[in-house]
């Protein structure tokens, strides 16, 4: 234990151990224990300095996943509505495509009764040698009827 000399000095015996230390050694020892005392409490704080950056650190993460996470939902809901759109004017397309395909061959059969009606009178015009302004007239309607067809076949 401590014992304190007449000399001022310092007597320290524990166990088998034995210091003897005198005026300027204490002085000096008690200076490296305060430097010991002050880094450790320096250590302290920048430990403590250190966990309150790492607290923060975490909930700026999870502010962070919880803004990215927020992201994904939005772009996800985003792309189901994509795909709901897309479906639907595929649909619409495709209905569309079917209708003009049905219309292409009622006019392509039109075309065809027309073609067939004029060959019929011209036909008809050369076994009984019509010339009237009548069966000419017909004509000129069928052709004029031919060509509207065909040109809604070709801008269709």
Not at 28 to 55: C, D, M, P
Not at 58 to 68: F, I, P, Q, T, Y
């Amino acid at each position: 234990m401590r014992s304190v000399s007449k000399r001022k000095g310092l007597h320290v015996k524990k166990q088998n151990m034995e210091l003897n230390l005198q005026g300027a050694e204490v002085v000096e020892l008690a200076k490296v224990g305060a430097k010991v005392v002050e880094s450790g409490f320096s250590w302290l704080n920048e430990i403590e300095k250190t966990r309150q950056i790492a607290i923060e650190a975490e909930v700026a993460m999870k502010e962070s996943d919880n803004r990215l996470a927020s992201e994904l939902a939005s772009i996800q809901r985003d792309m189901l509505q994509i795909q709901k759109e897309f479906a639907l004017e595929s649909k619409r397309l495709d209905n569309e495509l079917t209708l003009k395909l049905s219309q292409h061959q009622m006019i392509k059969e039109l075309l065809d009764s027309l073609v067939y009606m004029r060959k019929q009178i011209e036909l008809y015009q050369e076994k009984e040698g019509l010339d009237s302004p009548v069966v000419l007239k017909l004509l000129e309607q069928l052709h004029q009827q031919q060509l509207t067809y065909t040109n809604m076949l070709q801008i269709g």
